[in-house]
């Protein structure tokens, strides 16, 4: 029969214990940025993320350009960043959670332009449809309806 020291034990319950905490912190942060451009023909793009938090998106900002509310909750510092080398005439950004109750908060660096969208009735998952955006650095959120409700999403983005 194996004998385990206090400390041996001690060192196996610590890496149970922090191991998987530092694995779900360090995933939260971090997730890939988006980068459109029209000379290089990169005009679609797609990133992974989860949601989570009791942060009030709302608090970010409560409504968009066009009077939409801004809702959810998420995590205070964005989920992504999105730079646009060009002006482009319409883009939709789609979260895809197989279906969850999703929000979405994009916000323009120096405040200019925010949009807002939230799933509806028949499509839970968040999508902003929208004209006229400008080429720079976006800030995007990506929350849930309730507080601390976690899950995987994709994000994508598309003229």
Same mark, same amino acid.
């Given at each position: 029969?194996?004998?385990?020291?206090?400390?041996?034990?001690?060192?196996? $319950?610590?890496? $149970?214990?922090?191991i998987? @905490?530092?694995?779900?912190?360090?995933?939260?942060?971090?997730?890939?940025? #988006?980068? $459109?451009? #029209? *000379? $290089?023909n990169?005009?679609?793009?797609?990133?992974? &993320?989860?949601t &989570?938090?009791?942060?009030?998106?709302? !608090?970010?900002?409560n409504?968009? *350009?066009?009077?939409n509310? %801004?809702?959810? +909750?998420?995590d205070?510092?964005?989920?992504?960043t999105?730079? #646009?080398?060009?002006?482009?005439?319409? #883009?939709?950004?789609q @979260?895809?959670?197989?279906?969850?109750?999703t929000?979405?908060?994009?916000? =323009? @660096?120096?405040?200019?332009?925010? =949009? %807002? &969208?939230?799933?509806?009735?028949? /499509? *839970?998952?968040?999508?902003?449809? &929208? *004209?006229?955006?400008?080429?720079?650095? +976006?800030?995007?959120?990506?929350? !849930?309806?309730?507080?601390?409700?976690? +899950? /995987?999403?994709?994000? !994508? @983005?598309?003229?």
């Amino acid at each position: 029969m194996y004998k385990i020291s206090n400390i041996g034990f001690t060192a196996i $319950l610590l890496s $149970l214990v922090f191991i998987p @905490v530092t694995k779900a912190i360090a995933q939260k942060k971090d997730f890939n940025s #988006l980068h $459109l451009a #029209l *000379r $290089l023909n990169q005009t679609t793009a797609k990133v992974i &993320g989860s949601t &989570g938090g009791g942060y009030s998106l709302a !608090s970010i900002v409560n409504q968009d *350009r066009h009077g939409n509310h %801004c809702m959810g +909750y998420g995590d205070p510092e964005p989920d992504h960043t999105m730079i #646009l080398e060009n002006d482009f005439s319409q #883009l939709k950004l789609q @979260v895809n959670s197989g279906g969850k109750d999703t929000t979405l908060i994009v916000k =323009r @660096v120096d405040d200019r332009d925010i =949009r %807002c &969208g939230f799933g509806k009735q028949h /499509n *839970r998952d968040a999508v902003i449809i &929208g *004209r006229n955006w400008q080429a720079g650095r +976006y800030k995007i959120w990506v929350g !849930s309806m309730q507080p601390g409700e976690n +899950y /995987n999403y994709s994000l !994508s @983005v598309e003229p």
